[in-house]
């Protein structure tokens, strides 16, 4: 099978064509060294590599290069374009090596023959072969998704994603989500994806996604267990995601009332302490009784039209990712005298805010929540509520506060820029991110 699938006969070979031009330009004629190839790239012309680099389509031409490039010869920035290469290789020669892995378990028509032939030909595990020859039979089973990895658009852990996250999801509702995430999934993280996935699973098929949700509530459980220091995990799986964001932000509370108090522990410290002591009953980690604490207030976003049952479009809970629309309702249902916030929008696009209470929050913070509900780097996912509202062109040097200039970042990201990061605005609302090293990387600023 072509690493082109999909390609007509006239893209084939223009994409051979490009492939023969730049591997003509890349490959170096002279022997650059005793143990190297004659052809091996040298990469030291003065010019670089090739800006299209992590584009060639051949993975045998991209493996002469990436495979013989001398590093300590390329500039810093093309370090990074080598990176983009390298991790492009690997994905293809992961698809390679998975269909490899099918047509075992074609040969055998048996997946646990299969797996043992592959667990004692690479001495893997038994649970690690089973894994790799029924992700071999997902991906023959997904034809869009073994595409992405075969051209090396997305590497194994997003192909993984993308699999699980249509498990157990009805064929058709499969192929309409896999249509529309597979173009996202070149530029998403794992964890995006993840999310992304799951909003569409719940938009195409509301009510096989409630069936799922319900099934894995029955699974619901804690589990005990030991790591090797001697040290324990408790773990509560399968949970009500309303309830479980609520308590989460309940301990997190706790925590930081303790912290400000002059509490020596680290954060992660104090919230392990107050876990525990809440089960437990006591109240050492406390630093005084529970009264007073919030019942965890949790955020929810959700449409008007779920609220009020006309519709079963998902919601969304800031920081943890999309739900049923029955979990939205139940979870505004429980949110009594707190403060309610607003948002208009025109095509997706905030117009307006505001809030229901008397005391309503800066109208400008409402707007840039609004607009960007997660920090704005390339891939984070930190609720805008947990982040800093940072000037990107600074006060100090006269930028203004005004909301084109302003922007939620968290606390990791934000530190970056006095480390020589930079950004600016881009078009339809976008920010365009600029390493030390002059790479450029566009962020939405808008959860997937």
Known sequence: ??????????????????????????????????????????????????????????????????????????????????LRAEDRLVSMIQSRRLRTVGEIARVYGDEESAAAEVAAALHLTRAASRSEVELA?????????????????????????????????????????????????????????????????????????????????????????????????????????????????????????????????????????????????????????????????????ADVRTLTGESEEPGHLPGFGPVLAEIARKTVARQTGCRWEYIVTDGGRPVATGTIRRRPTAAMRRRIRAQHPTCVWPGCRMPARQADIDHRRRWSEGGPTTLWNLAPLCEAHHTLLDKGWRYEPGPEGDFVFVSPLGNRYVSSGRSP
């Open 1 to 82: 099978m072509s690493q082109t699938i999909g390609l007509t006969a006239e893209e084939l070979l223009e994409e051979d064509e490009r492939a023969d031009r730049i591997t003509a330009r890349c490959l170096a004629e002279p022997d650059p060294g005793p143990a190297a190839p004659p052809w091996a790239y040298e990469g030291a012309r003065g010019d670089g590599l090739p800006p299209d680099l992590a584009d060639l389509p051949w993975a045998v031409a991209l493996a002469m290069i990436v495979l013989t490039v001398d590093r300590s010869r390329i500039s810093a920035y093309d370090l990074v374009h080598l």
């Open 137 to 301: 039979g997902d991906l023959g089973r997904h034809r869009p998704v073994a595409a992405l990895l075969e051209r090396g658009d997305i590497d194994l852990r997003r192909t993984r994603v993308l699999i699980d996250g249509v498990r157990g999801v009805g064929a058709d509702a499969t192929d309409r989500v896999l249509e529309r995430v597979c173009a996202e999934a070149p530029r998403l993280t794992t964890g995006q994806l993840r999310s992304r996935l799951s909003c569409l699973c719940l938009e195409v098929d509301p009510e096989s996604a409630q069936g799922r949700y319900r099934a894995g509530l029955d699974q619901r459980r804690i589990v005990l267990s030991a790591n090797p220091d001697t040290t324990a995990n408790l773990l509560g799986l399968d949970l009500p995601p309303d309830l479980a964001v609520a308590a989460a932000k309940r301990i997190n509370w706790l925590a930081r009332k303790a912290r400000r108090k002059g509490d020596p522990r680290t954060l992660d410290q104090i919230k392990a302490d107050v876990f525990l002591d809440l089960l437990t009953g006591r109240s050492e980690a406390l630093s005084g009784p529970v009264k007073g604490a919030p019942a965890g207030q949790v955020d929810i976003v």
